[in-house]
């Protein structure tokens, strides 16, 4: 079947580390892979995405790789700030389905 | 804003109940998606609708039924309800059918079984 897994959080950073949450993704045919953003008290709002293998999706530094061999979508940034506090949510479409992992909370501090 | 709106905002109920949460899409939306949030399950696609129509199904329990109206608001229906209910109810609309890339999210319904 198709899962999506993320690392368990929660995360906490200072402003300008780097960051990475891992992704790692179960499917039967080839997947849509995206990571959302849900800031406090708001619906998701999609980050970026990638629709086929060794695409990178890249949106406000944030950056993702469509691994195939890995079967990962990790999701990167250089150096965080205190406005990328959120939850992450790495997602996957295969048909019509949609299938979300179960969200990573990162807060960064000053 | 995303420009979906959704109502209530919050909602308490006892078990075996039943409710009935609301999903106003983007104007010009012809796709509403519906989505559960718990701590123990994550994020959950339950269905989804496009122009009145029933496009794809997720993880929907036979207890919750949802339609969309000929005006493109969108209704989720939850009977019997359960303790393990309580999650936050999501929609989500975008112009295409079964388009994940273009979703837009309402801020959500938060659901309380007592």
């Known amino acids: 079947g198709n899962s999506v897994t993320q690392m368990e959080g929660p995360v906490t950073l200072s402003e300008e580390a780097f960051l990475t949450i891992n992704c790692t993704y179960t499917a039967t045919g080839y997947p849509s892979l995206f990571w959302y953003v849900q800031y406090p008290g708001e619906g998701l709002q999609l980050l970026l995405k990638?629709?086929?293998?060794?695409d990178k999706g890249s949106n406000k530094g944030f950056e993702a790789t469509y691994r195939k061999e890995t079967t990962s979508f990790h999701l990167e940034k250089g150096s965080v700030q205190v406005s990328d506090s959120a939850v992450y949510f790495c997602a996957l479409k295969s048909g019509n389905q949609f299938y979300f992992g179960t969200g990573t909370s990162l807060t960064v501090i000053p | 804003d995303s420009g979906v709106t959704q109502t209530p905002k919050h909602l308490i109920t006892a078990t075996g109940q039943r409710v009935t949460l609301r999903c106003s899409p983007r104007?010009?939306?012809?796709?509403v998606y519906w989505y559960q949030q718990s701590l123990d399950q994550g994020l959950q696609f339950l269905i989804q609708?496009?122009?009145?129509?029933?496009?794809a199904k997720g993880n929907i329990l036979e207890r919750f039924s949802a339609q969309q109206f000929p005006d493109l608001h969108s209704e989720l229906n939850l009977s019997s309800l359960e303790l393990g209910d309580s999650a936050l109810y999501f929609c989500?609309?975008?112009?295409?059918?079964?388009?994940?890339?273009?979703?837009?999210f309402g801020p959500g319904t938060r659901l309380t079984v007592l």
């Open positions: 990638a629709t086929k293998a060794d």
């Open positions: 989500a609309s975008s112009v295409r059918d079964l388009d994940t890339d273009t979703q837009y």
């Open positions: 104007s010009g939306d012809l796709s």
């Open positions: 609708y496009y122009n009145g129509e029933e496009r």
